[in-house]
Nanobody, 124 residues
C-alpha cells in the first residue's frame, strides 16, 4: 500500500506558476502509476495528468496540455505537478492518486490510492 500527502497549494494570480508535490510512503512507490486530478466546487472530480511507472509515458487533459507538467522523483518518493500560466478556471482542490497498473488512464475509479487534496485558487 501507499499513502499520499499533497502540498504546495495556495492563492495565486492568473498567469502565475505553482508546483504541487505529493509525497508517498511505501517502499514500492516506483511501481505506481501516478496521476493528478482536481475537483472544483459543485463539479465532479476530473483528470489532469498521469505518469506511467512502466515506461514514463505521460498524458494530459486538453485543458492543461502545454501548461502543466507531471514528473516524479522515485528517490524522494514524490510526484510533482508543475503548473504554469494559471487561469481562474484552474481553481480546484488538487488530488494525487496512485495505482499499480501500468495505465489506469483518466478514470477516477481506476486509481486505488488517493491523497487528501490541496487547494489551488487562481484569482483574476
Amino acid at each position: 500500500q501507499v499513502q499520499l500527502v499533497e502540498s504546495g497549494g495556495g492563492l495565486v494570480q492568473a498567469g502565475d506558476s505553482l508546483r504541487l508535490s505529493c509525497a508517498a510512503t511505501g517502499r514500492t512507490f516506483s511501481r505506481y502509476t501516478m496521476g493528478w486530478f482536481r475537483q472544483a466546487p459543485g463539479k465532479e472530480r476530473e483528470f489532469v495528468a498521469t505518469l506511467s511507472w512502466i515506461d514514463g509515458r505521460t498524458y494530459y487533459a486538453d485543458s492543461v496540455k502545454g501548461r502543466f507538467t507531471i514528473s516524479r522523483n522515485n528517490a524522494k518518493n514524490t510526484v510533482y505537478l508543475q503548473m504554469g500560466s494559471l487561469k481562474p478556471e484552474d481553481t480546484a482542490v488538487y488530488y494525487c492518486a496512485g495505482d499499480t497498473s501500468a495505465w489506469p488512464g483518466v478514470v477516477v475509479s481506476e486509481y486505488d490510492y488517493w491523497g487528501q487534496g490541496t487547494q489551488v485558487t487562481v484569482s483574476s
